[in-house]
């Protein structure tokens, strides 16, 4: 009876623990982007952004500035890392003086999402020469879902 008790209570521990791990990756981010950035289709102004996926089941983000004057909406896909991040942070390659968003970590998880290279993105490589681009990293927090 005792062996049974610890087991199910083991089971539920970690079935509580799977769904903070999905809550949280559900979770918006809050980031200040320094620079005027491209992201998918649209280039957005510097300022201070809310990225968030738009529902439990699709991929899609919405990248919104928190004035309201910018929005766009991307259609990432699944990039796995070879162990969770230690911080929440967008992924930006920098080609030139340009910027387009690369991918999008959570704290915590392994699994990330990227974008693929735009056609702006792909002009811009071809304009530099094929130099490789450079990678820039911007922190980002997390906002608890009941903001």
């Known amino acids: 009876m005792k062996k049974a008790f610890f087991r199910i209570t083991g089971i539920l521990a970690l079935a509580f623990l799977a769904a ?3 809550v949280r990756a559900q979770e918006p981010l809050l980031v200040n982007i320094p620079f ?5 289709k649209m280039t957005l102004p510097a300022g201070e952004y809310r990225v968030q996926s738009t529902a439990e089941a699709s991929s899609a983000l919405l990248i919104q500035r928190i004035d309201g004057s910018a ?3 991307v259609m990432p896909h699944a990039v796995q890392a ?3 991040q230690t911080q929440s942070k967008l992924v930006f ?3 030139g003086e340009r910027y387009f968003l690369s991918q999008v970590w959570i704290e915590g998880h392994s699994r990330g ?5 735009s056609a702006k993105e792909k002009e811009q490589t071809l ?3 094929n130099e490789a681009p450079d990678q820039v990293t911007i922190l980002a927090r997390l ?3 009941n903001h």
């Open 143 to 145: 906002i608890p879902s």
């Open 71 to 73: 929005a766009t909406y």
């Open 82 to 84: 070879n162990r969770p």
């Open 93 to 95: 390659r920098r080609n």
């Open 36 to 40: 005027a950035f491209t992201a998918g």
């Open 113 to 117: 999402k990227e974008l693929s290279p």
């Open 127 to 129: 304009l530099a020469r």
């Open 20 to 22: 903070g791990s999905v």
